[in-house]
């Protein structure tokens, strides 16, 4: 269990484009996998993209499939999921999230942030 700090949220218009990020707060173990999820008023948290650094395995909602990608710098350790042709559905507060070392398991949590798409 580490501590994630996110940026890259705001308010865009459909069919722009946001770049969030995710990192912890110090140097840690590798993790297994990596991932964004996110939460709309009334809904229950759902998972966005998924991957596994070391084999580069990926796995999208099919919801945002051609649309978000999601990425791993190795060398600093920073989490992305780039998001474009923004959707006024994808409006939510994204969480990254990460695995301990040995399963995926995600149990590190990022705070959140907002990401609104204004039709």
């Known amino acids: 269990q580490v501590h994630l700090v996110q940026s890259g949220g705001g308010s865009v218009q459909a069919g722009g484009s946001l770049r969030l990020s995710c990192a912890p707060t110090?140097?840690?173990?590798?993790?297994?996998?990596m991932g964004w999820f996110r939460q709309a008023p009334g809904k229950n948290r759902e998972g966005v993209a998924t991957?596994?650094?070391?084999?580069?395995?990926?796995w999208y909602r099919d919801s945002v499939k051609g649309r978000f990608t999601i990425s791993h710098d190795n060398s600093k350790n920073i989490q992305y999921l780039q998001m474009n042709s923004l959707k006024p559905e994808d409006t939510a507060m994204y969480y990254c999230?990460?695995?301990?070392?040995?399963?995926?398991?995600?149990?590190?949590w990022g705070e959140g942030t907002q990401v609104t798409v204004s039709s």
């Open positions: 991957m596994a650094p070391s084999s580069g395995g990926s």
């Open positions: 999230a990460r695995s301990g070392p040995a399963v995926c398991e995600f149990d590190s």
């Open positions: 110090e140097s840690t173990y590798r993790s297994v996998c």
